[in-house]
Every structure is written in structure tokens, then in C-alpha cells.
């Protein structure tokens, strides 16, 4: 039967290239937010026993024994979960690792507040804070992420493996004083130029994620590697491992991260020739 609502010279959209340019539009969308990881404009560390203000943001910032103390100026208008911060705001960290404490804001302007395993001394705790300004200049000067052709030779059947116990995949950080620590899941498997291949997928704060270097690491792309994210309701049934879908870190972006270098054993001996390519202007550590 013949639907004389098309025309006879149309051509049927490719699913798969429609999915993919659906998800790059909204990895741009987030990423040029007007608090996205093209807004920050410092991260301010603070150690045990420091006292600190930050330029432009009214109150002051101290740290002892593991606690975190935001003292607000008089009449100053900062906020905490939309509610006027008019008394010490303490923010105390409760896991080992990387671990985010809360959000103040302040007009426009955002301020990310963190704690961070000390990595001379595991039992305690550095805190830092990351400002987020919209009107930021690698905000405004973004145009677009460049990324390889959409090629579905680089989607390949794969197999998730559970991990047998509990592990937790340490990576250092492009912050040499930074320890990144994630719950390892499992290992995502598949065979690729005739070997076989297996990476780590761990729990990066609720997110399914591959953390992987490549041949293409420093040269076509990122210099310490890329993130793939899998599907947490179909882990288990995982018939599929896609790098079209290879993003970049947010510390790609912006030299205000604490992004988690890839483990030596998460690193392919071959070029991903496929994904994000290195943006313009990279941010360099």
C-alpha cells in the first residue's frame, strides 16, 4: 500500500544516526549551561586549619578537624537550597574520595562545594570550592565539540562481567594531590583486532561509567583519555559496547577539575578512532 503522504524522492531517517546526534545536542546542552563545565572560573583549595575568602563572593570559607565552616557577611544575598544563608552553614564529608557537599549561589554566580580525600593523610579530608559564572569566557567564546565521523564499525558486541568483590578503582587525578576512588561493578568484554578485550566499569556517583586511554590519547584526542557512560538498566543484559559515544572529561574543558586519570589497565592498545576528538583551546594541566 502506497502512502501518498511521502514523497516519492524522500529519504528514511537512519535510527541510529538520529539516536546519536539526540544525545550529542543534549551533551551540548548540558555542557553550555549556564553552570555547565565551560562556567568555572577558579577552584579554591582549602586545608585543615585555613581561612579563606574568595574574590567576588561575600562570607568567609574555614576549615578544622574535618569540618568546613561558611561564615555569610551581614545582609549578603548567598543561598543554600533556595534558602537565605544567614548563620555558619557546616558541611561535614562522610566517604573517602572525591564527594560533593552542596551548592551555594550567589546571583548568578554558583559555588560547588567539595571535599577530597587528603593523599597524605587518608584519614582526613581537603576541601575545595569550584566557582560557576554564566557569563564566563570559555562559555562564551563555545561553538561546538568536534567529534570523528558516526561509523557503527566501532560498535561491537560486548559482555558484562560482576565483579566477584568489593573493589574500589583508585585512579590518580590531573590534581596531583587528588586521589579518585569509584565501587567497581564489573568489566564490560569484547573482542577487537583480533584480541580480547576487558575495562573496568565502576559507580562514578551514580553514573555507569568507562574511564579509557587509547592510540588516539594525546594525539586526535584528550590527552589523558575519554568516558563512555552504559545504560544502568540493561547492565546486566549488555550485548553492546559503543564508542561513537566516547565523550571527553569536563576537565577537557575547563582547567578547574579534578578529573581521574585512566588506570594502565583500562587502556586499549589500539586507536578509537570514534567520539570526541581534543576540543579547540583545550584546557591544559
Known sequence: MTNHNVPQDAHKADPYIQQWHIWHAQRVEELSSPHGYLSPTSINWINDGQSKTIEGIPGTWSSKNDVLVYTPEERAQVYNAETLVEQPLVFVPTAF??????YLDYGDIRIEVNAQTNLNDQNNHLFWLRVKDPDAERRKAFKCIEHFPIDRRWQFPATFRRADDDELDIHDSVVKTVLQSYPVLGFVEFDYGGGHHSLVVSDVFGHVTVFFSDETTGKETYGIGRVLHLDPLKLDALDVIDFNY??????????????????????LPFAVTAGEKTPEDSAQY
Not at 97 to 102: I, N, Q, R, T, V
Not at 252 to 260: E, G, M, R
Open 246 to 267: 566516547a565523550f571527553n572529561y569536563p576537565c577537557a574543558f575547563s582547567p578547574y577539575c579534578t578529573c581521574p586519570i585512566p588506570s594502565r589497565r583500562n587502556h
Open 97 to 102: 574520595g572525591e564527594e560533593a557537599l552542596g
